[in-house]
C-alpha cells in the first residue's frame, strides 16, 4: 500500500481508466456493448447473426466489424453515442474517488465523458484541454513530454466524434505499424515505458495494450 501511495503522489504518474470505471454509471461493458450493436443493427432493418454468432465466440472485434459493415457513417455515430449515453450518463461516486487520488494524467480506453464531468465537477481547479483522440498528431505528440500534465488521452476514440472510435478489428489494425494512426501506439509505448501507470477498471486484454506490453516485455527483456 505504502508503494502506491509513493506513485500516487508523483506528478508523472498515469490514471489508465478502463470501461470497468463507466459501468458503475450504468454504461456497458464491451461483451455488453456488442450486444447492443446486434440490436441496434435489427432496429435499422440489418441482420445481426453474424454479429451474435462472433460475440458468443468470444470474438468482439469481428463482432463489431460486422456489425459496422451493416451501418452507415450516419448510424455508426448514433450507435456509440447512445450506447455510451452521451450527454445523459452522470458520474458515479466512483469518479469523484478517482480524480481525488492526485494525478493530473489520464490514458482512457472510454468513449464517454463521464471523466471530463468528472474533472468538472470535482477538481475544477485544474485546466485541462479537451481530451486527446487518435485523430490529433500534434496534441498526441504534445502529450508524451516528461513534464507533460493535465491531460486526457483517448486512444481508441471518443463518442463526440465518430470518425475517432477504434473498435472493430479494421480500425484496430490502424494502430499497428503502417497503420494510419500508429502514432497513437508509438504514443503509448512512450508513456508505458516512462511513467507510473496505474491501472482501474481495465481487464489488460486490449489488443493494442497486448501488442505494446509483450513488445516492451521483449525490449526491456522482462
Known amino acids: 500500500m505504502n508503494n502506491l501511495q509513493e506513485i500516487l503522489a508523483r506528478e508523472d504518474t ?3 481508466i478502463g470501461s470497468g470505471i463507466s459501468m458503475w454509471s450504468g454504461l456497458l461493458s464491451w461483451a455488453g456493448m456488442i450486444e447492443s450493436l446486434a440490436e441496434f443493427v435489427e432496429n435499422c432493418g440489418g441482420q445481426a447473426a453474424l ?11 469481428q463482432a463489431a466489424s460486422y456489425g459496422f459493415d451493416k451501418l452507415t457513417k450516419q448510424q455508426i455515430g448514433d450507435f456509440i453515442r447512445a450506447s455510451c449515453k452521451y450527454g445523459i450518463a452522470k458520474p458515479h461516486e466512483i469518479h469523484k474517488k478517482i480524480v481525488s487520488l492526485g494525478p493530473c494524467c489520464y490514458i482512457t480506453t472510454n468513449y464517454d465523458n463521464l471523466l471530463e464531468k468528472s474533472l468538472q465537477e470535482w477538481k475544477s481547479d485544474v485546466f485541462f484541454a479537451p481530451p486527446v483522440t487518435n ?3 500534434s496534441e498526441t505528440a504534445n502529450i508524451v513530454h516528461a513534464r507533460a500534465n493535465n491531460f486526457i488521452f483517448k486512444p481508441h476514440g471518443d ?3 465518430s470518425e475517432s472510435i477504434i473498435l472493430t478489428k479494421e480500425q484496430y489494425k490502424q494502430l499497428l505499424p ?6 497513437v501506439l508509438e504514443s ?3 508513456l508505458f515505458a516512462s511513467r507510473p501507470i496505474v491501472y482501474l477498471g481495465f481487464g489488460l486484454r486490449d489488443p493494442d495494450f497486448v501488442y505494446i506490453k509483450d513488445l516492451l516485455s ?5
Open 218 to 222: 521483449n525490449i526491456y527483456r522482462g
Open 51 to 61: 454479429v451474435r454468432a462472433e460475440l458468443q465466440r468470444g470474438d468482439l472485434l
Open 159 to 161: 463518442a463526440s466524434d
Open 188 to 190: 503509448l509505448k512512450t
Open 178 to 183: 503502417q497503420g494510419e494512426r500508429f502514432a
Open 14 to 16: 498515469v490514471l489508465f
Open 135 to 137: 485523430r490529433m498528431l
